[in-house]
């Protein structure tokens, strides 16, 4: 991205309007695409890594990936439960279930790996029947993220392990002569999402969910360029905006402080840094089981 703030064409649909079915049927190829190149980035390759060791799981396991989108962690939960396990991805988007089945076809793993329309809410199962269930990127999006954690409580086994990912988006930092301004744009940026602090508020949630042995890990990532974060979604068009529409600060301003944001990438100047965080927590043992 070389003009934040500017850019013609979205590199993904900003917030969490954006992760609606209708949304992503709309633009399911920048969507699908989006998810495809954040998956490759250092900082998910690393979130990713300790999501799937904190999972602890073995061979034989039946693990669930809520709000599995284009199915980019379905193989890397197979190969952890190997052909004697399954693994179950759902999503409430019918056409990234139709790429994950894709995928899932692709790599020849649909006799371990199934891939259904399903809701968060209402996730299409007994209680207790998995060993363990991962989701990434999902909580920040939902009214009701507890209700969530609910469900994957109630489908998991006695002890069976959870773990999520969500970023914190109000903890973003960019270093800038105009702080307060950025702080503007960044503020408004962050509100487009449905909860913008959600890896902080993990802990919380996971409490009122009924999960025991919580931890958190906390990611963090630098960036000595805007391009950096820019690419997991971050654009400051709308905030900008919606920011001079209303008063807060004037068009030349914003544009000004946006130029210095490419700017210092181009000289070596810029620094931003951003955290991700990883949950992980347990099934209370007292639970009906299956
Ligand atoms: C940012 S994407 C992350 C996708 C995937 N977890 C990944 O890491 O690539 C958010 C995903 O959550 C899904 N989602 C949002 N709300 C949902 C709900 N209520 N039930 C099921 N899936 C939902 C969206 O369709 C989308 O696939």
């Not at 061979?59 to 980019?72: D, I, K």
């Not at 990912?165 to 503007?184: C, N, S, Y």
Request: hydrophobic fraction near 45%.
């Amino acid at each position: 991205m070389s003009e934040v703030g500017r850019t013609e064409e979205r590199v993904m649909p900003a917030g969490s309007m954006g992760w609606q079915p209708a949304a992503i049927a709309e633009k399911v190829a920048v969507c699908g695409a989006y998810l495809e190149l954040v998956a490759t980035t250092p900082e998910l390759l690393e979130v990713a890594r300790r999501a799937l060791y904190a999972l602890a799981l073995s061979a034989g396991q039946r693990v669930l990936e809520v709000g599995c989108g284009t199915g980019v962690f379905l193989p890397l939960l197979a190969a952890a439960v190997g052909m004697e396990g399954s693994v179950v991805g759902i999503d409430h988007s019918p056409d990234f279930v139709a790429q994950a089945r894709e995928r899932v076809a692709a790599l020849g793993i649909a006799e371990t790996v199934e891939v259904r329309e399903g809701d968060a809410y209402r996730l299409p199962f007994p209680d207790g029947s998995f060993d363990a269930v991962h989701c990434e990127r999902v909580l920040m999006h939902l009214d009701d993220p507890t209700a969530a954690l609910r469900e994957m409580h109630r489908v998991l086994r006695p002890g069976g392990h959870v773990v999520a990912v969500e970023p914190d988006w109000r903890a973003m930092q960019i270093d800038h002569p105009d702080f307060e301004t950025m702080r503007l744009l960044m503020d408004r940026f962050a509100e487009t999402f449905r909860n913008p602090a959600m890896g902080r508020e993990l802990c919380r949630c996971f409490a009122e969910a009924g999960f025991v042995e919580r931890r958190i890990a906390p990611v963090f990532f630098g960036a000595t360029d805007i391009a950096d974060i820019a690419k997991f979604g971050l654009d400051f068009s709308e905030s900008e905006a919606a920011l001079v529409a209303s008063g807060h600060v004037t068009r030349e301003r914003a544009q000004s402080a946006l130029t210095y944001l490419v700017e210092a990438s181009r000289d070596g100047t810029f620094f931003g840094f951003g955290g991700m965080f990883v949950e992980s927590a347990q099934a209370q043992s007292d639970c009906a089981p299956l």
